[in-house]
């Protein structure tokens, strides 16, 4: 592969944020450099140009100090390119010395700490640890990546038996409760090199998270993937005396789903997941969990049905675990779109409390140390690592009794104009309800949260979130204008309210929560939820929305809403959330920088033109001419089809390009897949002036790429939707119908925006 542009590498070698759990997956080796072609900018051979090129570097000539490939010059891979890389290159051209004498196979031929060699390093870990501890895993993930990177020549011994030798990399599991502990939280993390000792310290999760850190920033891996693992090449890598790194996390939840099936440890956590909605891992090997306990978000109907059932009597017969779910199965049923209980019932504040003890008396009966809030698990409880939902359900049918619709509305005084009975709106009405059961909750479980949904996004005129609540905000206005941009032109998400509102209203929100001491989180609706071929262009809506979230509106947890299909770049868009959700105030420059990193890991060579495509796609959301919504608009609400049709051969030759460019099979055969879905969109865009109105020649070409399309669709088995009974590929093409409407019927819910 080619050299990275030298800025992206800088940058990043800045940041250092990914790492890896002991994988499965493949490693993608990227030949950066071939030793002795020091001459960057030659054509890729080892020759006298190269010879030149040190000399001249040596001499300090502003072409050499601007061009010289370091790790390619540096021939004794002592760390620098002095006269001795010179004599080498000179022997090894007249064949004195072979590419053998210079090159093992490994993507760093030198590994150092403190300038030491490292294979006269072992890895402590505190005395008597073993494998189900966070600080052994820490410890494995360092051992398994400088195996891999020493070409598996040399894997450090894992020492847990008291002893700690001169040279050692030590794994500090810091007490939670104690002063270092207190400053590093459940996953802060500091590491140094001291007299050539190299130091990790954390808690809970820290140790793994500063394993990843030194595995990403000094031995060049990036963890992009479930499948792959990503390896530059280096020269030498020293971990310098007197390193000192001291890293806090920004964002305390922070959840991207994706349908993540295998190697889940190679997603979740190198990408520094915590919540409890990834059902891959909850053990303290893994550092434990933050947030959500079994319902993350709508529990109503849930907690309804289970304190409305009957529970078998224990006469031996069935365990608890059959017992609690035979009560709820025969518990009352509520339909989770169409019923919100009564805000105002004491009743049904006491069926729902109920049920949401139920619910924990369950899960703690499972045992695990996420789950045994009573025993294991207590100190998390405690110290507030858990939440449990008392929250709406999926529907804004809130009840509009007498009693919740006056708190709702308040009442006015008609005569002086004054509020007799303040209006708390429908989020502060359903918001109180959840208040209280964030203190009802504190006798049983001290320590406990509950975290409560936000749809309704009114400003109560006197309630405010209880210290132990965290309201989980969801909406935003619309997908194509980030939200403090004040550009929404429409009604936005479904006709409540436009950028602005959703911006103030979350400034409100963040205020509040942050004078009371509540935390709150926010429901990103980032993913293509129905239309797999058209994904939804906004992936740089996400830097400017997570910015402003972090920076203005007080938000510390994020709930990416992922998941849908790979054709385009949804896994780009989740990527791009998880590296915001750990760094929610980096630059521009740097969002770019992994963005373009990552096109370059997942597409290959032509990463560039991927990029400038997939910018030109959001223009083209960007001039669609109305607000789109992931989870509710068609194609023709999300791009513009005036914009495609104008570029459509310019945008289809840079994934072609790309494609051209490619040297793996696994990049070829993304890169199709993005040039199949776009010939879709752009076919539809052009098809009046391809097809209609086209010459004979026009015709041609279109009826071509449409069988294309379609044969690779089919051969593929692309679903095209979410539910295949509603939309699937038709049984055979008819080029007398444009694609978007022979598929998906219309372009458009809304009129006049497309066919």
């Known amino acids: 592969m080619k050299k990275l542009v030298s800025f992206i590498l800088a940058l990043l070698m800045l940041a250092g944020t990914l790492s890896v759990g002991i994988s499965a997956a493949t490693i993608v080796k990227d030949e950066t450099f071939t030793i002795g072609n020091a001459d960057a900018s030659d054509d890729g051979k080892t020759n006298g140009q190269d010879a030149y090129m040190i000399k001249s570097y040596l001499a300090g000539k502003t072409y050499a100090l601007d061009n010289i490939c370091l790790d390619a010059a540096d021939m004794n891979a002592d760390g620098t390119v002095n006269a001795t890389d010179a004599y080498y290159l000179k022997c090894l051209l007249a064949g004195k010395m072979n590419i053998s004498d210079f090159e093992n196979g490994s993507q760093i031929y030198r590994l150092t700490i403190a300038k030491n060699d490292i294979k006269e390093y072992s890895i402590v870990v505190p005395e008597g640890y073993t494998r189900e501890k966070n600080a052994y895993y820490a410890a494995e993930i360092l051992q398994r990546y400088i195996w891999i990177s020493t070409n598996y020549q040399f894997e450090p011994e894992i020492l847990n038996d008291g002893t700690v030798p001169e040279k050692a990399i030590v794994i500090h599991d810091v007490d939670r409760h104690s002063e270092l502990g207190e400053e590093l939280g459940s996953e802060g993390y500091k590491y140094d090199v001291t007299d050539g000792v190299l130091n990790l310290y954390g808690t809970y999760r820290g140790n793994m998270y500063a394993a990843y850190d030194i595995v990403e920033k000094y031995l060049g891996y990036r963890f992009y993937d479930n499948n792959y693992t990503f390896s530059y090449k280096h020269r030498t890598a020293d971990i310098p005396e007197g390193t000192c790194e001291s890293v806090q996390p920004k964002m305390k939840f922070r959840y991207c789903g994706q349908n993540v099936k295998q190697n889940a440890y190679d997603y979740y956590l190198p990408s520094h997941q915590n919540g409890t909605q990834i059902y891959a891992y909850s053990e303290e090997r893994y550092g434990l969990q933050y947030g959500p306990q079994n319902v993350n978000a709508h529990s ?71 789950y ?198 949804e896994t780009l868009k989740a990527y791009m959330s998880t590296k915001m959700e750990w760094e929610p105030d980096m630059s521009y420059e740097q969002f770019i920088a992994y963005m373009k990193e990552y096109l370059y890991m997942y597409y290959g060579d032509g990463y560039e033109k991927i990029y400038e495509f997939i910018d030109m796609e959001n223009t083209a959301g960007n001039e669609c001419g109305t607000c789109f919504v992931s989870n509710f608009d068609r194609p023709g609400d999300m791009y513009s089809y005036a914009y495609i049709d104008e570029h459509y051969e310019y945008m289809r030759q840079l994934l072609c390009d790309a494609l051209e460019m490619a040297d793996r099979d696994e990049y070829k055969e993304r890169i199709t897949v993005m040039l199949l879905c776009f010939d879709f969109l752009g076919l539809s865009s052009s098809y009046d002036r391809m097809y209609t109105n086209g010459d004979a020649a026009s015709r041609a070409l279109y009826e071509q790429r449409y069988t294309d399309m379609y044969n690779g669709m089919k051969a593929r088995n692309i679903e095209v939707f979410s539910n295949p009974v509603t939309y699937t590929l038709p049984a055979t093409i008819d080029f007398t119908v444009n694609p978007m409407t022979q598929i998906y019927g219309q372009g458009s819910r809304r009129p006049g925006v497309t066919p």
């Open 300 to 370: 109503y109907a849930y907690y309804w049905q289970y304190a409305t059932g009957i529970m078998p009597p224990d006469d031996g017969t069935m365990t608890l675990e059959e017992r609690i779910v035979a009560k709820y199965n025969s518990g009352e049923k509520k339909n989770e779109l169409t019923w919100q209980p009564c805000a105002s019932s004491e009743d049904q504040y006491n069926t729902l409390f109920e049920g949401l003890l139920i619910n924990l008396i369950r899960i703690e009966n499972w045992g695990s140390a996420c």
């Open 372 to 569: 045994a809030f009573t025993t294991t698990a207590k100190h998390l409880v405690e110290e507030g690592e858990k939440s449990v939902s008392f929250s709406i359900n999926d529907n804004e049918e809130y009840c509009t009794c007498r009693f919740c619709n006056l708190k709702a509305n308040g009442k006015l005084n008609s005569k002086t104009g004054e509020w007799i009975t303040p209006p708390e709106g429908f989020s502060g009405l359903y918001l109180d309800l959840a208040n209280r059961a964030a203190r009802d909750i504190q006798q049983y479980y001290p320590g406990m949260r509950v975290h409560t949904i936000l749809y309704n996004h009114e400003i109560p005129s006197t309630v405010r979130p209880d210290k132990n609540l965290i309201v989980f905000f969801c909406g935003q206005a619309c997908n194509n204008h980030y939200i403090n941009s004040d550009e929404c032109i429409n009604d936005g998400q479904l006709h409540k309210g436009d950028n602005r509102a959703t911006a103030a209203s979350l400034k409100a929100w963040g205020e509040m929560c942050r004078e009371t001491g509540a935390e709150m989180w926010f429901w990103y609706y980032g993913v293509t939820y129905h239309y797999y071929l058209v994904s939804m262009p906004s992936v740089f809506n996400i830097y400017y929305d997570y910015k402003f979230l972090y920076e203005e509106c007080n938000v510390r947890g994020i709930y990416y809403e992922g998941g849908g299909r790979t054709y385009n770049y």
